[in-house]
């Protein structure tokens, strides 16, 4: 599968608490959570994203809280993917149970600038800008956690294998 | 042969049925308890409804919290926490606890005996991980994985590398656990230890009581860590047998288990550390962190809320008055430790002193409700986040301490030693 779109950048340590605020906790909508994602830290973002743009981060991204919210509001804004130097693994594992494409490139933060244009491959975990003409490869995922994106998230995954009569 | 293992992969060697495992293996583990509160539960409830199962992997191995927005904020958290009540009478889940007879889920757990040692918990709440201080697994996940293990009683993990963390010595009158824990956070960053364990070991261990240990756990997630864990001890077991009837299983970690990196920290040169804004990890010591006025003081949380820590915080305040324009806001972590507080006259003196003191909910810790900051406010908090808006407005600020340095501080009005205050 190939993802297109343009980026948008932030730095290191970017936490559940800027992606989604707490006081907008009281729904679990995904449309209302998206109105607010990255708020506190870039309030224009909800006015500038576009479907299928591609956020670029630094090193721990996600950290904070477990809130499942934090990827279900960057989804929800339209971001179809999210490449950062590394992820907090509490986010790690949301973005792949709830289905948010997320793969780790620890070079091409130096090299971007904000609106550059991506193409990414995630079977292949390749990622090319198309700005610079630049590519770069990331990490490709466990077969196991392959299983579940393929599965269409964790709980059709979970729903299969409980089908099938584990234990 | 088995090769070694740390205390973290033993414990979930025996819950996937394996005689070992080894840092970066991805097992699946059988659950003891699984955790939620009226943030992450609505959403889980609505993943668990999609799997399509009649039940509940087991009725007594769920746990169900109304902490963050309750007693309700609004009317919107209200319908949250009416989803999670109705969620807990269709399934017949046993520990469902009502506003009243509730705590911040960190504290009241343990306090209820649902975590002993050797024990595999989820929690879909990162700060899951303070049970380690009972010498079990436990960690934060998110929503969709607390559906799955709700419904299957088990969960992939990757078994993680781990960090030791040697404790020596004793640390000096009002230094605690959480400058044992800030310490570490600026030692090693917010993502020093991510993906890892925290394993604590030492002669150290034996001189920090259990709120002191819970205190330390609870923020290893602070460090980036998938948890934190204590090695049991006479401490452990009489808090265990005193709050539990549960079976448990005592682990420890081989002489030559394979650790990342070692960190030793001497307990008794410890000084009382603040995490100044935005970070945990951006620490300084009371006496390097020149003159920080406050407008708010926080006592409480999963983190600091405990009966220790109202004991030292009222004792500081006792015959004392909150400094001019400042205000001070006290939660106890549970209605036994609220109770308890009641009995020793520690509310009394809080009261007498000038704070306001809450029933127990999590509260101003996220930005919820109950002592929401303004632009431009800063305050000193127990808690354990100090993020951008954590609080309330953007440009407030929090910085995390001690209760003992929060005592002192809303005294003074600024950030302040228990010593500036008792002399
Ligand atoms: S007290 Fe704060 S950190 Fe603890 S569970 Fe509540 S919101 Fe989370």
């Known amino acids: 599968m190939k993802l297109t779109g343009k980026t948008h950048i932030f730095g290191d340590n970017i936490d559940t608490d800027v992606i989604i605020p707490a006081r907008y906790l009281n729904t679990i909508d995904p449309a209302e959570l998206a109105l607010h994602c990255m708020e506190d830290i870039d309030a224009a973002f909800v006015d500038k994203v576009q479907k299928g743009d591609i956020m670029v981060a630094g090193y721990n991204f996600g950290c904070g809280s477990s809130r499942e919210h934090a990827p279900i509001a960057i989804k929800g804004s339209g971001i179809s993917c999210v490449i950062a130097r590394s992820f907090a693994r509490i986010f790690y594992r949301n973005a792949i149970n709830i289905g948010l494409p997320i793969l780790e490139c620890d070079e091409i933060l130096s090299e971007i600038s904000e609106g550059d244009c991506l193409e990414v491959d995630l079977s292949a975990g390749t990622i090319l800008n198309k700005t610079t003409g630049k590519s770069y490869s990331s990490e490709a995922f466990p077969e196991f956690m392959r299983e579940i994106i393929e599965a269409g998230g964790e709980i059709e995954y979970i729903k299969k294998k409980l089908g099938e009569g584990v234990d | ?423």
């Open chain 2, 1 to 423: 042969m088995a090769s070694a293992m740390t205390m973290t992969q033993k414990i979930l060697a025996r819950r996937a049925g394996k005689e070992s495992v080894k840092a970066g293996e991805l097992i699946t583990a059988k659950l003891d308890l699984v955790l939620g509160n009226d943030i992450t539960s609505p959403l889980a409830i609505k993943e668990f409804e999609k799997i399509g199962v009649s039940k509940v992997f087991d009725r007594e191995k769920i746990a169900l919290v109304p902490d963050h927005f309750c007693p309700n904020k609004d009317i919107k958290s209200a319908q949250q926490a009416k989803d999670v009540r109705e969620f807990a009478k269709k399934y017949g889940i046993k520990n469902y606890f009502e506003v009243g007879q509730m705590g911040i889920e960190h504290a009241l757990i343990p306090e209820k005996g649902l975590v002993t040692a050797g024990d595999v918990v989820i929690g879909a709440d990162s700060h899951t991980c303070t049970y380690g201080a009972l010498g079990a697994f436990s960690t934060g996940i998110g929503s969709t994985d607390m559906a799955t293990g709700m419904a299957a009683g088990e969960l992939w993990f990757k078994v993680p590398d781990a960090i030791k963390v040697v404790l020596k010595e004793k640390p000096q009158k009002y230094v605690s656990g959480k400058d044992v824990i800030l310490h570490l956070i600026g030692l090693i960053g917010v993502d020093g230890a991510r993906y890892m364990s925290l394993e604590f070991s030492g002669e150290g261990v034996a001189s920090l009581s259990m709120d002191d240990r819970f205190t330390i756990a609870n923020m290893a997630i602070e460090a980036g860590a998938k948890n934190g864990i204590f090695p049991v001890d006479d401490k452990t077991m009489e808090y265990i047998n005193a709050h539990s009837n549960k079976p448990y299983e005592v682990f420890e970690a081989d002489a030559d288990a394979p650790y990342a990196q070692t960190v030793e920290i001497n307990l008794s040169t410890l000084d009382y550390t603040v995490a100044c804004p935005h970070l945990p990890s951006n620490t300084k010591t009371v006496k390097d962190i020149g003159e920080v006025k406050l407008d708010q003081v926080v006592i409480g949380s999963c983190t600091n809320g405990r009966i220790e820590d109202l004991r030292v915080a009222a004792k500081i305040m006792k015959g004392k008055k909150i400094a001019p324009g400042l205000r001070c806001i006290v939660f106890p972590a549970t209605q036994n430790i609220y109770l308890q507080a009641m009995e020793e006259g520690l509310l009394k003196t809080m009261v007498e002193f000038g704070a306001a003191v809450s029933t127990p909910t999590c509260g101003p810790c996220l930005g919820g409700h109950m002592g929401i900051l303004a632009a431009g406010e800063r305050c000193l908090a127990t808690t354990n986040r100090n993020f951008i808006g954590r609080m309330g407005h953007t440009e407030s600020e929090v910085y995390l301490a001690s209760p003992a340095v929060a005592a002192a501080s809303a005294i003074t009005g600024k950030i302040s030693a228990p010593e500036e205050v008792e002399k």
